[in-house]
């Protein structure tokens, strides 16, 4: 359902690998919020279970991506997006 919502909003799937982000890596994808009270539980989630890289194709991928994730907060997401559709927090 995901990989088709990509899809069905222009995007083409080129590449596609189920792996496990090492702590090293999710803590530098969030180091601003390194000092953050939730730092150390967001890196304890992305760590805790396999992840899918995805690489996608299409005309403004990077912020058809954008739209389509959804706002990060899963309550204030727009209808229709993964985040609003699929998140159950923040």
């Known amino acids: 359902k995901i990989l088709t919502r990509f899809e069905d909003n222009g995007l083409e799937v080129v590449a596609a690998r189920m792996t496990r ?3 090293e890596k999710a803590e530098g994808f969030y180091i601003e ?3 953050r009270p939730f730092f150390e539980s967001l890196i304890r989630f992305m760590t805790s279970g396999p992840i899918l890289l995805l690489a996608l194709r299409g005309d403004n991928a990077v912020a058809k991506n954008r739209e ?3 706002a990060t907060d899963p309550a204030k997401a727009a ?3 993964l985040r609003k559709d699929f998140a159950d927090s923040i």
Request: a positive charge; proline letters at 17%; zero cysteines.
């Open 68 to 70: 389509i994730m959804g």
């Open 21 to 23: 982000l090492p702590r």
């Open 79 to 81: 209808p229709g997006t």
């Open 33 to 35: 919020h390194k000092d």
